[in-house]
Nanobody
Framework: QVQLVESGGGLVHPGGSLRLSCKIS??????NAWYRQAPGKERELVAD???????SYLDSVKGRFTISRDNAKNTVYLEMNSLKPEDTAVYYC?????????WGQGTQVTVSS
């Protein structure tokens, strides 16, 4: 079975850091990505990484967030630094295949003083 399980969300102060993890099982993905969705807003792509290691970021997180993958652990990470209140959202791990997408359940990130 295909599973993507996120962890690492929580409450942090502005300027703080958080590392999200996405443990993957059951398949190999062409692309893994982190999305986020804030209340009342559409889900947006934050960062993605291809199987070959090519990476891209949402402009507003460039220089602050880092997506990475540990192949041995089959886990994708999102390291978030210099967090801002506007980063508050539910963060979702995504895996894409030619035949469709798989999603984790999401992990809440709240940035507040």
């Amino acid at each position: 079975q295909v599973q993507l399980v996120e962890s690492g969300g929580g409450l942090v102060h502005p300027g703080g850091s958080l590392r999200l993890s996405c443990k993957i099982s059951g398949t190999l993905f062409l692309i893994n990505a982190w999305y986020r969705q804030a209340p009342g807003k559409e889900r947006e792509l934050v960062a993605d990484i291809t199987r070959g290691g090519r990476i891209s970021y949402l402009d507003s997180v460039k220089g602050r967030f880092t997506i990475s993958r540990d192949n041995a652990k089959n886990t994708v990470y999102l390291e978030m630094n210099s967090l801002k209140p506007e980063d508050t959202a539910v963060y979702y791990c995504n895996g894409r295949q030619t035949y469709g997408d798989y999603w984790g359940q999401g992990t809440q990130v709240t940035v507040s003083s």
